[in-house]
């Protein structure tokens, strides 16, 4: 018995560990973000790849199908989403914009002018939503054709890439400082994922953890300048202040 108690005592985590890990769920639960229908938008437009339910050529016969798209298809705990509807074939009048959108997505899709090369969209009836599975932050939904297509994809998302490779490249101990200024979790890491116009998420490390934590902005950002302002007003409120 006693050494049962022991290998139980080991396992426990710290009190430590435990109050730094309630302070992240309490960080993530009132934290400012976008609403889930503008947030699945945002994903889906910036996504580049996901699992279709079935084979296409099968879509001809049965036009039903889902389209499963993960935000980190490595973390199964992050947003997960299921557009369900109709596959349609993109019309001739439409080709010319599908490929556009298509090469902008994949350059090197030189197979889109092979003649057996078919552009299909899914006209969406229901998209459901999970996030936070396995965690005390799980979160699920659904929206309908309606909502889905009245919502709109935010217009920061789309400086995710050049804003978070600069931070990261250039910047990550400023990073890790704000994050741990603006969260008040200390966190030993913080590498920029992306950025919407409420905040940015990092993947962070914390007692030999990774999490996700988001960080929100003071105020809504209006365009790519604006964001940079932003994050230096931030990072000025996280430099220490001289006695």
Not at 73 to 84: A, G, K, Q, S
Not at 173 to 187: F, L, Y
Not at 195 to 207: E, H, M, P, R, W
Not at 216 to 243: G, H, N, W, Y
Request: proline share 5%; aromatic share 6%.
């Amino acid at each position: 018995m006693a050494a049962s108690s022991a290998q139980s005592h080991a396992q426990a985590p710290s009190a430590g560990d435990a109050n730094v890990f309630q302070l992240i769920q309490a960080h993530e639960e009132k934290a400012a973000r976008l609403p889930p229908i503008e947030e699945i938008r945002t994903v889906l437009d910036r996504s580049v790849r996901g699992m279709l339910s079935t084979l296409s050529h099968d879509l001809l016969g049965n036009p039903k199908c889902s389209l499963l798209v993960a935000r980190d298809p490595e973390d199964m705990t992050d947003l997960v989403i299921t557009v369900h509807g109709d596959a349609v074939a993109v019309t001739e009048q439409e080709k010319e914009a599908a490929r556009a959108a298509y090469l902008s997505k994949h350059p090197n899709a030189f197979w889109v002018d092979f003649g057996d090369f078919q552009f299909m969209r899914i006209e969406p009836k229901v998209v459901r939503y999970v996030s936070g599975v396995a965690t005390a932050l799980l979160g699920s939904g659904e929206f309908l054709k309606e909502e889905y297509k009245a919502a709109k994809v935010d217009p920061i998302a789309q400086f995710s890439k050049p804003v978070s490779s600069h931070m990261n490249r250039d910047h990550a101990e400023d990073t890790k400082a704000i994050v741990r200024h603006w969260t008040s979790i200390p966190v030993d890491s913080a590498y920029m994922l992306d950025i919407d116009s409420l905040g940015f998420n990092v993947n962070a490390t914390c007692q030999g953890t990774s999490v996700k934590l988001r960080v929100p902005f003071t105020r809504r950002a209006v365009d790519r300048k604006d964001v940079k302002t932003l994050i230096v007003e931030m990072l000025q409120a996280a430099q220490p202040k001289d006695s």
